[in-house]
């Protein structure tokens, strides 16, 4: 079946423009998951959505993020007044629940570049 | 907070040779651990997911080990090939969902 799809692939930007990334989770799952791969670091967690339940903010970096999921399915991730510090690859998870056995499935990622 | 380490940070071995990956982390209070491969340019692709409660998941050529204890997995790949080269990602899981990454290990396997 499908895997989780990330759009667009590649966005290069100037600085202070607001962006939007997509991601498209699997069908039927319920948990989303967004991370941020920044050059030289891990994987930072950034927000999580599961079902109807208000979501876990508490990784966005500053209040220039927000994400919202719409019908339980899609979601947007989207930063406002870009800086270059906001440069990374922006990764989509999604798993059928929040529990311990299930793995998160991840997307190919969007690769932001803030000039 | 919990800390993971990946040593070491990039290997290169000739074709054939087996691969040890480590992964240590501070808190040992995880519900579990997962290795991960990525590939240039690509998303994450999971490889094993190890329980709390064991000890080691094996795939294929692929076998980690888990001491919670002691805070330490080890990925072992068997006869390595090239298409083994890739970055491998060690990430834990504490109580909640948020995953904890290492920075990773870059594998070269040499024909």
């Known amino acids: 079946g499908a895997g989780v799809s990330q759009s667009p692939s590649n966005k290069v930007t100037e600085k202070g423009k607001d962006v939007e990334l997509r991601c498209d989770p699997i069908?039927?799952?319920?948990?989303l998951y967004w991370y941020r791969q920044s050059l030289g670091q891990g994987l930072e967690f950034l927000i999580y959505?599961?079902?109807?339940?208000?979501?876990?903010k508490s990784g966005l970096p500053s209040d220039r993020f927000s994400a919202e999921r719409t019908g339980g399915s899609v979601s947007t991730l989207t930063i406002q007044r870009t800086q270059q510090e906001d440069s990374a690859v922006y990764l989509c998870?999604?798993?059928?629940?929040?529990?311990?056995?299930?793995?998160?499935?991840f997307g190919p990622g969007t690769r932001l570049l803030v000039l | 907070k919990q800390e993971v380490t990946q040593i070491p940070a990039a290997l290169s071995v000739p074709e054939g040779e087996n691969l040890v990956l480590n992964c240590s982390f501070t808190?040992?209070?995880?519900?579990?651990l997962q290795w991960f491969r990525q590939d240039p340019g690509k998303g994450l692709t999971s490889l094993l997911l190890?329980?709390?409660?064991?000890r080691e998941q094996t795939s294929g050529r692929l076998n980690a080990s888990l001491d919670k204890s002691s805070g330490r997995s080890t990925l072992y790949i068997a006869a390595s090939q090239p298409g083994d080269s890739a970055t491998y990602l060690c990430?834990?899981?504490?109580?909640?969902?948020?995953?904890?990454f290492g920075a990773g290990t870059t594998v070269t396997v040499r024909a």
């Open positions: 998870a999604s798993s059928p629940s929040p529990s311990g056995a299930e793995t998160q499935y």
């Open positions: 069908s039927g799952h319920t948990a």
């Open positions: 959505f599961q079902g109807n339940s208000a979501p876990d």
């Open positions: 808190d040992s209070a995880i519900y579990n």
């Open positions: 190890i329980q709390s409660s064991q």
């Open positions: 990430a834990v899981r504490p109580g909640d969902y948020k995953l904890s």
